[in-house]
């Protein structure tokens, strides 16, 4: 007998903390594909051969059209979602060049730490939320 989680695919993932005037930038998804109309940390998947950083320098330029640094490790979570096993890799970004401007997104918003859990986040983000509400209020 096949175990159903070792079918599905596991997909590594990125996710941009970006605090600005200590607000963080959150992203809610769109009504298509998977977890329609949740928040997120900006990102997305990381290539075959690409590090981790790498990975979210060139999703936030094609997310949001701007240039960031990307600083330390938040944290480092797995989430089973049914359709696939997702890890997601969060860290510290400071835009360098550009503002954030929505392209794929339904929206983006400036949120203070203290209101981010006020949020309908994705499961595998939830544990960020949790530990910036703790070292940033």
């Known amino acids: 007998m096949v175990n159903r989680a070792e079918t599905r695919r596991h997909v590594r993932v990125v996710g941009a903390v970006i605090i600005r005037d200590r607000l963080v930038l959150c992203a809610q998804r769109g009504n298509l594909g998977h977890l329609p109309g949740q928040w997120e940390f900006p990102g997305g998947k990381i290539e075959l051969g690409e590090s981790p950083k790498a990975a979210l320098e060139r999703e936030i330029h094609e997310e949001l059209s701007c240039t960031i640094h ?18 997601l890799t969060t860290f510290y970004c400071q835009v360098v060049s550009g503002t954030p401007r929505m392209s794929v997104h339904a929206s983006l918003a400036w949120i203070n730490p203290a209101e981010l859990h006020t949020l309908d986040w994705s499961p595998a983000d939830r544990p960020t939320v949790t530990h910036l509400q703790r070292a940033l209020t």
């Open 70 to 87: 990307v600083g330390k490790e938040v944290t480092t979570t797995t989430h089973d979602y049914g359709f696939s096993i997702v890890t």
